[in-house]
């Protein structure tokens, strides 16, 4: 019987470990031809948007899409909008509901996961000093991620709001186990460091944060902002400097404003990029170069973690059932 999983469900069952094992597998059946994922659907209206990011994992039996929407009225403002997300599992094999599960969570687990997948297989695996640009979930997720592949001895974080910074530092190391310095300046925090960790809230004609002349030789930028093509973190420059360049999609390119505006300035070339599961079968590399990870996101990965998830539920015996509600209709082979 199908069942719903709350975001309560969802943070109680999946951990970061199991988030990133689940999206390498994901990757793998992609690489291997058994899995795909298309274009996300985006519709606008007068009083908001809706997204739509379809995936099959023919590998595991399990196709479906993650669902999210925003409302804005003149009665409930930008800065209170609401936001809703939802992942719907169903059999690949037989097209029966498997699952509806709140992705609120799953959104952000899957995206530093993503992020600490790459930087599994694009650093050498004593790589432990990182700096962090924002202070948001993302950026909390994507930290407490690279816990889960790399053993973090220092860590420093850079945002606008000091009183964010200092919240976010106290938080973190709290979490982590490790103390977490704010920095005044983003040059700052990236002293020392051997990974850039960069998840702003970006916008439109909001400039960047992070600057290619501020890095050194041998360090991994990982980038999760900027997922629309008005939208900018880090400058062309940044893609200049990168010895390799690996997109979790390469609708990445005509996604995000960064790899746009790098592209349309020169400092990227389309031939130059891979995408994440062409490098997963890649032991880490056993010296430093100048890497970037970007990513925008991707049912794909919506689907790997929310299956993660539905199958612990299943071993834990969590979740609200339901009754199937759709109708079956029966037609002939063509």
């Given at each position: 019987m199908p069942f719903f999983l709350s975001d309560d469900d969802v943070r109680r069952l999946i951990t970061m470990e199991d988030a990133v094992a689940a999206l390498e597998d994901a990757h793998l059946q992609l690489a291997r031809g058994e899995a795909a994922t298309a274009e996300r659907v985006v519709?606008?209206?007068?009083?908001?948007?809706?997204?739509?990011?379809?995936?099959?994992?023919?590998?595991?039996?399990?196709?479906?899409?993650?669902e999210f929407h925003q409302i804005v009225t003149p009665e409930r403002p930008k800065e209170v909008a609401t936001v809703r997300y939802a992942v719907h599992l169903f059999?690949?094999?037989?097209?029966?509901?498997?699952?509806?599960?709140?992705?609120?969570?799953?959104t952000q687990v899957r995206t530093g996961a993503t992020a600490a997948l790459a930087a599994a297989r694009m650093t050498p695996a004593g790589v432990?000093?990182?700096?962090?640009?924002?202070?948001?979930?993302?950026?909390?997720?994507?930290?407490?991620?690279?816990?889960?592949?790399?053993d973090l001895r220092q860590v420093r974080v850079y945002s606008r709001?000091?009183?964010?910074?200092?919240?976010?530092?106290?938080?973190?190391?709290?979490?982590?186990?490790?103390?977490?310095?704010?920095?005044?300046?983003?040059?700052a925090a990236l002293e020392e460091a051997q990974v850039v960790i960069v998840a702003t809230n970006t916008g439109v004609g909001g400039g960047?944060?992070?600057?290619?002349?501020?890095?050194?030789?041998?360090?991994?930028?990982?980038?999760?902002?900027?997922?629309?093509?008005?939208?900018?973190?880090?400058?062309?420059?940044?893609?200049?400097?990168?010895?390799?360049?690996?997109v979790d999609t390469r609708r990445a390119l005509h996604e995000s404003g960064d790899c746009v505006e790098a592209i349309k300035t020169g400092a990227l070339a389309a031939a130059r990029v891979q995408e994440l599961q062409e490098v997963l079968g890649l032991a880490p590399p056993s010296r430093t170069a100048s890497t970037l990870f970007k990513s925008v996101g991707s049912g794909l990965q919506d689907l790997a973690v929310a299956y993660r998830v539905y199958r612990l539920a299943l071993a834990q015996g969590a979740g609200r059932p339901f009754e199937p509600f759709q109708k079956v209709k029966f037609t002939a082979p063509n």
């Open positions: 519709l606008k209206f007068s009083t908001g948007w809706m997204r739509v990011l379809p995936a099959v994992l023919e590998g595991w039996g399990v196709a479906g899409y993650k059999d690949s094999r037989s097209g029966e509901p498997l699952a509806v599960v709140d992705a609120d969570y799953i432990n000093r990182f700096a962090v640009i924002g202070t948001g979930m993302e950026a909390r997720s994507q930290l407490l991620a690279m816990r889960a592949v790399r709001n000091e009183e964010r910074r200092a919240r976010f530092a106290a938080e973190m190391s709290e979490l982590l186990g490790v103390e977490v310095v704010p920095a005044l300046t983003p040059q960047v944060a992070l600057e290619g002349e501020w890095l050194r030789p041998g360090m991994h930028v990982s980038s999760i902002g900027s997922t629309s093509p008005g939208q900018r973190e880090i400058a062309p420059s940044v893609w200049a400097q990168a010895d390799q360049i690996v």
